[in-house]
């Protein structure tokens, strides 16, 4: 049965738990490498700016004894933090850097990492097709002639709900956020970009300007709302405020609100869902539970990648490549899984219950690349301003 850890972190750390060598060439590369081996040398370090779920000890160990190198990560809550570091000088400090969404194209565009080898990568060949770049483009730079990014985990924010108290009719639209007939059981993050970007997905379909042309003359995206679709955004946010129990810090309040069926719906990363879904077939709670991944009017999901920085030197851009490609092995990947509770990029079912097969989305690797990816919102400040104004409703 799958188990889903107590103390892992969040999926982002907006949503705080609480407090949350010459060897080297011949293996990666399968010929001799330019690196010193003579007992003196220091030892090669890796440095990583990354998500903490993700710095898993076995995983860090058998890299660390592999290739004889130091592993050191630093730790960051969210993509702005992590690009604002290596854009005032921190591509001399890290030599890799984590992102999801169309991150890693900015990082690309500005000049802040560089290209990856996947010749070097061999495990990629265990990556789902739907996480290669030739169907999931965001790892390629827009002309498709760099490899940007390596896959790692995926998930989407979508709505999970207590099937018990939802009718079945109701499930599958955005809309079911908006429905009376449920006040005062709904609850949404504390976050205004998920809280923005999810409804301006709604404001959109309801305007009739999801599926038109764009100003900027680019597939719709949630990031990038007209003003008219941010005034509409803002309107079924007032109207959904009125039918909040509450918005939720964490995920243990989360929780705890669905357990105790106060919250019957509320769009979350699954860490709920999954939690849920054990507890149920543990019969330690007495309803079922059903995680809406892509409403039919479109939903929003994240892919982490790892990428190389700009300034990494030869060796260290090697222990890259070498830390990706082990990280990608199909026996370590099946840990990453179960650890960290997210949505696998390789094709572990071998490996894994049919429980954790459904638990963990590895029939649903298809769904990715259909849903809008996290992305800077196109004016920040306005975005800020019409949450402040729906806070103050």
């Known amino acids: 049965m799958p188990t889903v850890k107590e103390g892992t972190l969040s999926r982002r750390a907006v949503l705080k738990r609480g407090a949350a060598t010459a ?59 992590a690009f604002n570091k290596l854009k005032v000088g921190g591509t001399r400090d890290f030599d890799m850097v984590m992102a999801d969404g169309f991150w890693p194209r900015l990082y690309f565009r500005q000049g802040l990492t560089k290209g990856l080898d996947y010749g070097k990568i061999p495990n990629m060949s265990g990556v789902f097709a739907d996480f ?24 989407g924010y979508g709505i999970t709900i207590n099937s018990s108290m939802i009718a079945k009719e109701d499930v599958g639209s955005i809309d079911l956020l908006l429905n009376s ?23 959109a379909t309801k305007l009739g300007t999801r599926d038109g042309p764009r100003p900027d003359g680019k597939p719709f995206n949630p990031y990038q709302l007209t003003d008219d679709e941010l005034a509409e955004t803002k309107r079924l946010l007032i109207e959904q405020k009125k039918l909040l129990l509450t918005r939720y810090q964490d995920y243990d309040a989360l929780d705890r609100l669905m357990r105790a069926k106060s919250v019957w719906a509320a769009p ?49 851009t090697e222990l890259a490549h070498a830390w990706i490609n082990l990280f990608l092995e199909k026996e370590n990947y099946v840990r990453v899984v179960r650890s960290t509770g ?44 019409i949450w402040s104004d729906v806070e103050a409703s």
């Open 23 to 81: 060897a080297l060439g011949a293996l990666v590369l399968g010929r001799p490498g330019p690196y010193i081996g003579n007992a003196q040398a220091a030892t090669p370090t890796l440095r990583l700016l990354m998500w903490q779920p993700y710095a898993i000890k076995e995983t860090i160990a058998a890299f660390e004894d592999k290739f004889k190198a130091k592993f050191a990560p630093t730790f960051f809550d969210g993509n702005s933090e």
């Open 268 to 316: 979350e990363f699954a860490e709920s869902y999954r939690k849920l879904t054990v507890l149920r077939k543990e019969r330690k709670i007495d309803f079922d539970v059903e995680h809406v991944l892509k409403p039919k009017e479109g939903g929003l999901g994240w892919v982490d990648t790892w990428m190389v920085s700009a300034d990494a030197d030869s060796e260290r």
């Open 342 to 385: 997210y949505g696998g990029v390789v094709d572990v079912r071998s490996l894994m219950s049919e429980d954790e097969i459904a638990l963990y989305f590895q029939n649903r690797s298809a769904e990715a690349s259909q849903l809008h990816m996290f992305d800077q919102p196109s004016s920040p400040e306005k975005w800020e301003r």
């Open 181 to 203: 007939k449920y006040a005062g059981h709904f609850s949404t993050n504390s976050r205004f970009e998920e809280n923005i970007a999810l409804m301006g997905i709604l404001a």
């Open 132 to 155: 290669h770049p030739d169907k999931f483009v965001l790892l390629a730079d827009e002309e498709g002639k760099n490899k940007v990014a390596a896959p790692n985990c995926w998930g």
